[in-house]
């Protein structure tokens, strides 16, 4: 990768009391990427966008957005360091008291003075941006899942930040909202120079918009590469993940003790 | 045997432990609230928003259930007083028993309910619907732009609902036994007007009600900002909300009380 380094992860490691959540996790993303983190439910993918947005601190290791070693920053700095990055939460988080029009308008009347005609028209474009001017005047109970997505999508887009989170765009989408959102954020991240990093588990649709994918198991990078090489990848793990097979590297079963055990069969008649 | 008994004796402890620990938790988070209150003064917009909801809305119960409380008060006071011929210090009666302990304390008990629960629940719906932690990432801090104000609009409304309390009583009481009854109507409001005192009676009732405000919004938000961002979560810390607030109001009741009515004959 040549191109300039926006977030830099260096041997992260972070964990809930004695429990790991990440171990060593080293991750390089240059601006103006999409860059895909995939992994099964609980392997601390939402950890690791967490510790990006300063939320939670890591353990050891650290994250540097634009320079910045996020975790170090006192809370002022932290702040300031935010309004660069947006977040897209898996079911928008919309403020579900402002309508459609506030809720874009949300971080434009809390961080900056300008004139309410100004924000208007700023609002009116983010909005265009995702298809949804006309529904300015709605709100959030009157939407769509899709829709509330792609509202969240231009709230988050608010203040044009140099990054933004997703996380689990896709989830509980019908196929045409879900290529929607997979089609506005690689052309947002192009339109805006943004860095985009989506957390998905939903490998065909991002594969088809990511430049480069890190696939995170047990709290480690378990494999990583482009679109194309993870496509003809033979490691297991990577061809169980692409190919959705029931069992592989990743167990079908829970960890147990033995079946017979637990039906009582081996001291009955062993 | 002994392994039951000290488990048992670690549950009591634990729960002590617990319990002290969720204490110094609220009382943290209501210093940060207080701390955290400069963007409520600054944008009072904010506030008045929230006083329509917790105060407006609440309007309607404190009115009615302050109506029939005085109706009922001046029913009864008149059986009873009438028996010993006064039945005319019937309007004393009602306003002293509003003004000193009916109006602040039932009215705290209804704004509780009313407005306590909803601001727990909504709350907790935020925190539960992510809204809360998507407010943060956007560098907008939610403990002062969604919590202090409506706890200041909830400080600020519960004042003002006891007095509606109080006043909707004496009405009830006079609509009773004045207009249907037929006591005299001047001695009913002359002999109120010479027993209830301002500064013992009226302004106590107003510290009173003014404490019960910050006690039952404190504990509204609290539950509602620490709920498990659950449906369960949320609906316990509805509950625990009325049920914390009401014991609160009450305990707080006796020790004002035992406070401000020493010595007063």
């Known amino acids: 990768m040549t191109a300039e380094t926006l977030i830099e992860v260096n041997d992260l490691n972070f964990s809930y009391g004695a429990r790991a959540i990440l171990k060593g996790i080293q991750m390089s993303m240059p601006r103006g990427q999409v860059v895909a983190i995939m992994g099964g439910s609980g392997s601390g993918k939402t950890t690791l966008l967490k510790l990006i947005g300063g939320t939670i601190q890591p353990t050891s290791g650290y994250v540097k957005f634009a320079g910045e070693v996020v975790h170090e920053l006192n809370r002022d700095a932290l702040f300031k360091l935010r309004r ?14 402002l309508s459609v029009f506030d809720n874009v308008a949300f971080q434009m009347r809390e961080h900056t003075n300008l004139p309410e005609s100004m924000i208007r028209d700023l609002v009116l474009m983010k909005l265009h941006a995702v298809g949804l001017r006309g529904a300015h005047h709605l709100m ?12 969240a999508l231009a709230r988050s887009i608010a203040l044009d930040p140099m990054l933004i989170m997703y996380d689990e765009p896709f989830t509980g989408l019908d196929p045409i909202s879900l290529s929607v959102i997979g089609n506005l954020i690689r052309r947002l991240t192009d339109a805006l120079g943004m860095t985009s990093i989506v957390v ?17 198991a047990d709290g480690v990078i378990a494999a990583e590469g482009t679109p194309k090489e993870v496509r003809e990848s033979i490691a297991p793990f990577v061809h169980q993940f692409v190919h959705g097979e029931e069992d592989g ?6 960890p147990a003790q033995t079946y017979k055990k637990d039906l009582n069969l081996e001291d009955n008649f062993a | 045997m002994p392994n039951r008994i000290v488990s048992s004796i670690q549950n009591i402890g634990h729960r002590v432990i617990e319990s002290v620990w969720r204490l110094g938790v609220a009382s943290r988070f209501f210093i940060l609230v207080l701390l955290k209150s400069g963007t409520s003064l600054r944008r009072f917009n904010l506030v008045i928003r929230e006083l329509y909801f917790t105060g407006v809305l609440s309007l309607i119960i404190i009115v009615v259930s302050g109506l029939f409380v005085g109706m009922v ?11 010993y011929g006064s039945e005319s210090a019937v309007g004393t009666l009602v306003a002293l028993s509003l003004v000193r302990e009916l109006g602040p304390v039932v009215a705290a008990l209804l704004f509780a309910s009313r407005a306590g629960s909803a601001i727990t629940a909504e709350i907790g719906l935020m925190k539960a619907t992510e809204q809360l932690a ?6 907008v801090d939610p403990i002062a732009r969604v919590v202090a104000p409506r706890f200041w609009a909830g400080v600020i409304s519960m004042p003002f609902l006891a007095a509606i309390f109080s006043v909707m009583g004496v009405f009830g009481g006079y609509l009773v036994t004045v207009v249907f009854i037929g006591v005299d109507e001047g001695s009913f409001w002359s002999q109120m007007q010479s027993a209830v005192d301002f500064r013992f009676d009226i302004l106590n009732g107003f510290i009173k009600s003014c404490f019960f405000g910050v006690a039952v919004t404190a504990i509204a938000v609290f539950e509602g900002y620490d709920a498990p961002p659950t449906a369960e979560g949320v609906s316990g810390a509805t509950t625990r909300t009325v049920v914390t607030s009401s014991l609160v109001i009450l305990g707080l009741d006796f020790i004002l009380t035992a406070f401000m009515f020493r010595g007063v004959s």
């Open chain 1, 140 to 151: 959030p109970n009157e939407l769509s899942g899709g829709m509330a997505r792609r509202v």
């Open chain 2, 134 to 139: 998507a407010m943060g990432m956007m560098a």
């Open chain 1, 84 to 97: 660069k990055m947006g977040m897209l939460f898996q079911f928008g988080a919309l403020f579900t008291d």
């Open chain 2, 73 to 83: 008060l001046g029913l009864q006071g008149y059986e009873t007083l009438q028996k």
């Open chain 1, 200 to 216: 998905t588990h939903d490998v065909q649709e991002s594969l088809k918009i990511v430049d480069y994918v890190y696939f995170i």
């Open chain 1, 249 to 254: 590297p990743v167990p079908f079963h829970y």
